[in-house]
């Protein structure tokens, strides 16, 4: 069956950097487009970021362009979110998302950025 299991999250000052990992199995992951999506206490769940199945093509929401980095080692059928520049309203629960027919996600791993 799918499985995506997120790794990384923490507590981090603004301004700090924090490197979110997920590893998915259960699907020919290499063909996929990932994505993560997060969601603040209070807020809807969104788009942060998605990578296509080859890496090639990327996109990010406006607010965490420049900062985030969004990556994928197919070998290892894991996708990554490297998050710079940390800002408090970053926090919320980061969730790994896949599209197959259906929405699989990962059970979440919690960003908070607070000093």
């Known amino acids: 069956q799918v499985q995506l299991v997120e790794s990384g999250g923490g507590l981090v000052q603004p301004g700090g950097s924090l490197r979110l990992s997920c590893a998915a199995s259960?699907?020919?992951?290499?063909?996929?487009?990932m994505n993560w999506y997060r969601q603040a206490p209070g807020k809807e769940r969104e788009l942060v970021a998605e990578?296509?199945?080859?890496?090639?093509?990327?996109n990010y929401v406006d607010s965490v362009k420049g900062r985030f980095t969004i990556s994928r080692d197919n070998a290892k059928n894991t996708v990554y979110l490297q998050m710079n520049s940390l800002k408090p309203e970053d926090t919320a629960v980061y969730y790994c998302?896949?599209?197959?027919?259906?929405?699989?996600w990962g059970q979440g791993t919690q960003v908070t950025v607070s000093s």
């Open positions: 998302n896949v599209y197959l027919g259906l929405r699989y």
């Open positions: 990578i296509t199945g080859g890496g090639g093509r990327t």
């Open positions: 259960g699907f020919p992951f290499s063909t996929y487009t």
